[in-house]
């Protein structure tokens, strides 16, 4: 007699649990903060990419103009202008220290304005019966002169308030209004004079 050799559904059901339980697993993970997701592991690799290439032309720069929203891109960037400077090199550790704390003063300039901005952004998100003041997101945007100090602002935002600028945004903003930041970002140059 021949043996039905058919599929067990409880086998079945048992793969089913224990793939379901990996994917809410996994999620859960990220959620929490425990893994990184494609995204975050996508950002730091193109940081990890401009910062092995840090002593590239500026044109070399500017291909990973994305990376203004990530909060340690304009660290990337002082790395570029100080590469750029003969003398820093021959300087001693107290020299470099102070000379770097001179380049952050010329392009970004007083640091505690990037909390007032970052402040700004968080009160334009309102409660859900009033409406959201995209506007003053975009004004904060365009009152910044770079992606530097853009990077700079998205660095103090986390500090601040302990979430990711861009996820923050993400939460009442439609993709036309983001869009319409990302386009603010993309028009500004990498690093300019405060």
Known sequence: ?????????KQILNI?????????????LETFGITKTKEEKKQEQDVATLEEGTS?????IQ??????L??????????????KNPKFKTQTKEQ???TTKNYLKLYLGDM???LNYAKDISKAKNVWYLPDNEEKVYGVFRLLKSQMQISYLVYRFYELYKIDLLEYLKTFMNTEQLAQVQTII?????????
Do not use: E
């Not at 007699?1 to 559904?9: S, V």
């Not at 224990?18 to 996994?26: E, Q, R, S």
């Open 1 to 9: 007699m021949a043996q039905n050799k058919g599929i067990d559904t």
């Open 16 to 28: 089913g649990i224990l793939i379901a339980a990996f994917l809410v697993g996994k999620k859960l």
């Open 56 to 60: 590239q032309d500026q044109t070399q």
């Open 63 to 68: 291909t990973k103009s994305n990376l203004a």
């Open 70 to 83: 990530t909060p340690n891109y304009f660290t990337t960037v002082i790395k570029f202008l100080l590469s």
């Open 96 to 98: 470099k220290l102070a």
């Open 112 to 114: 505690n304005t990037y």
């Open 186 to 194: 993309k028009n500004k140059p990498i690093y300019a004079m405060r």
